[in-house]
């Protein structure tokens, strides 16, 4: 952020910032929590809280696609829509361009709306089913009282061949068009006013798997002829995995792991980010056997109303130690462009060495991972360990226990 005093001079005057260059950082958010009250009573008494989003660090470039990932529940759509300033955060900061936009109200954030915009999920539920098609494209230019050059309908048109549309459509109704066409419409009713950031919250996920790629493969060419700056999400990784950067692994609220997509692919670290990987269903040829190496997790996400102690991941994964459930693993910059939270990472030297026991749990959550995923998992740590052990290290003694976890992790007591 070593221009952000300088964007902020350009932000507080009269125009914004239009162009922040490639790379630069056009989102940053800062301990991001939002937390739903739970009410009871006839006094609506506050009872508790579901903590949908529960303290997020990250920063999106301009120019990239950021994909974010989690099962459903984790908070992705919760975390969309606090960055967009749809929803208020409970706690943290987001800024746009240098600017601190999280409390802004509605006037000072009309400017900001132009800038940011969203894609829902449900092309069926996010159209207006009583509006035609321009009416719809339209509509953000009436909020802003904006005028395009050579008028709304020509404009209107031209945004429905951008996205590949018949430019002649646009007095037809939302039922006359199928969920992918939809789609395409809700995508050139985001671009109407030029953003410079979209944030699509599982813009394929209702889609036939045919017609996902055609609307990925548009957002894609989108972006390259718009200079668009994506964050994209996705409750699977097959979705985000060609198209994103970087790629954020949510669980429960947090980040566990954020790395650009190659490293992740290449040598995921946190558990999680392996499970899910393994749960991808296109076989990627890089892996080997991707089939039998699935990795089944074991029951449902926790209640975000009470988490977990300590490392959320603890109730379902196979590597769980004791300090799993007492302590919370930062979120660490373990290899370049590769953050982890995890005690015990994969292909990486083991953050707690000296806790070696594995929890019940995590021995019955071993019986869900395939057994060429454990040899793989000791396998890369045994190497990781004697790589630490032939270079001088700072922490000589963290090598020959390194191992350890993995060694017992092969689950033989059944
Ligand atoms: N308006 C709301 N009020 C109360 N709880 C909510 C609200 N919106 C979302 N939640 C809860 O927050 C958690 C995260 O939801 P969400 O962000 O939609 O997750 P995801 O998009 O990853 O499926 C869920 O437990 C959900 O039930
Ligand atoms: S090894 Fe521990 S810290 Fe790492 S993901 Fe599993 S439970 Fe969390
Ligand atoms: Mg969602």
């Not at 109200?105 to 089913?129: E, H």
């Not at 006359?176 to 419409?185: A, K, L, V």
């Not at 006013?193 to 944030?199: D, E, G, R, T």
């Not at 994209?232 to 566990?256: F, N, T």
């Amino acid at each position: 952020m070593a221009n952000s005093a300088q964007r902020e001079g350009v932000a507080a005057g009269a125009t914004l910032n239009r162009d922040a260059a490639p790379g630069e950082t056009l989102l940053k958010v800062t301990g991001l929590q939002k937390h739903f009250p739970i009410r009871k009573g006839l006094l609506q008494r506050q009872v508790g809280a579901v903590r949908a989003v529960d303290g997020l660090d990250f920063e999106v470039k301009s120019g990239e696609t950021l994909g974010v990932v989690g099962e459903s529940g984790c908070g992705k759509s919760t975390m969309g829509r606090l960055i967009t300033r749809l929803l208020e955060p409970t706690a943290g900061k987001v800024e746009f361009e240098g600017k601190d936009i999280t409390h802004l109200g509605v006037g000072a954030m009309r400017p900001m709306r132009r800038d940011v915009q969203m894609i829902f999920q449900d092309p069926y539920s996010s159209l207006n089913p009583r509006h035609t098609i321009g009416t719809i494209i339209s509509a953000p230019f009436k909020l802003q009282g904006v005028t395009p050059e050579g008028g709304v309908k020509k404009e209107v048109q031209r945004l429905l061949s951008v996205v590949g549309l018949n430019p002649e459509h646009y007095n037809r109704y939302p039922h006359e068009f199928s969920g992918g066409q939809r789609q395409r419409i809700g995508i050139a009713r985001a671009l109407a006013l030029n953003p410079k950031m979209v944030v699509a919250d599982e813009p394929v996920s209702a889609l036939d798997v045919s017609i996902q790629a055609q609307v990925v493969n548009l957002l894609d060419d989108l972006q390259q002829e718009l200079g668009l700056t994506y964050v994209i999400i996705a409750h699977d990784l097959s979705v985000v995995r060609h198209v994103s950067d970087r790629i954020a692994v949510m669980y429960l609220g947090k980040i566990v792991e954020l790395a650009d997509r190659d490293s992740l692919y290449k040598a995921p670290m946190h558990p999680y980010t392996k499970a899910l990987m393994s749960a991808v269903p296109i076989p990627d040829p890089r892996r080997k056997s991707a089939k039998s190496e699935r990795i089944l997790l074991q029951g449902d996400v926790p209640s975000p109303i009470a988490p977990p102690s300590g490392c959320r991941f603890h109730t379902r994964c196979w590597k769980a130690t004791q300090i799993c459930t007492t302590t919370e693993p930062p979120l660490l910059e373990l290899k370049p462009g590769q953050q982890v939270a995890c005690h015990h990472p994969e292909n990486f030297e083991d953050q707690a060495p000296q806790d070696t026991v594995l929890l019940t749990v995590a021995k019955q959550a071993a019986e869900l991972v395939a057994d060429e995923v454990l040899a793989e998992s000791a396998a890369t740590s045994a190497a990781v360990a004697a790589e630490v052990a032939a270079t001088p290290a700072e922490t000589p003694t963290a090598s020959p226990a390194a191992t350890a976890p993995e060694d017992e992790a092969p689950a033989k007591e059944k």
